[in-house]
């Protein structure tokens, strides 16, 4: 730290202590939004060809009946990059949990 200026101390010695924090916060950010279902359902009401991927199972759903087997495939597209997200920030999500418990 002798000799280091403002940016490297805030590089070396901040952004690894935070960055478990953002990563986690950048985690459930996403995870809300993309489950996101009441507030795009209302603004998007005519234009079906923006609709998030809530609305669009719904639609499916809805379109489709009784066909559970498309219903199970099209909600498992949906929670494909949900889980990526998750898998790749894992890491620093359970630092973050594990952190979270020291005093």
């Known amino acids: 730290i002798d000799g280091a200026g403002e940016?490297?101390?805030?590089l070396q010695l901040?952004?690894?202590?935070?960055?478990?924090?953002?990563?986690?916060?950048?985690l459930f950010t996403?995870?809300?939004?993309?489950?996101s279902y009441m507030?795009?359902?209302?603004?998007?009401?005519?234009?079906p060809?923006?609709?998030v991927m809530a609305v669009l199972l719904r639609n499916f759903s809805v379109l489709e009946g009784e066909n559970y087997g498309a219903l199970m495939a099209a909600a498992t597209i949906t929670v494909i990059p949900t889980i990526t997200i998750f898998v790749t920030g894992q890491k620093y999500f359970l630092d973050n949990l594990a952190?979270?418990?020291?005093?």
């Not at 940016?7 to 805030?10: C, E, G, L, Q, S």
């Not at 202590?17 to 986690?24: A, D, E, K």
């Open 39 to 47: 507030w795009p359902s209302i603004i998007l009401m005519n234009t």
């Open 99 to 103: 952190f979270t418990g020291i005093k």
């Open 30 to 35: 996403f995870n809300s939004n993309w489950n």
């Open 14 to 26: 901040y952004v690894p202590m935070v960055l478990p924090g953002l990563i986690t916060l950048g």
């Open 49 to 51: 060809q923006k609709f």
């Open 7 to 10: 940016i490297r101390i805030f």
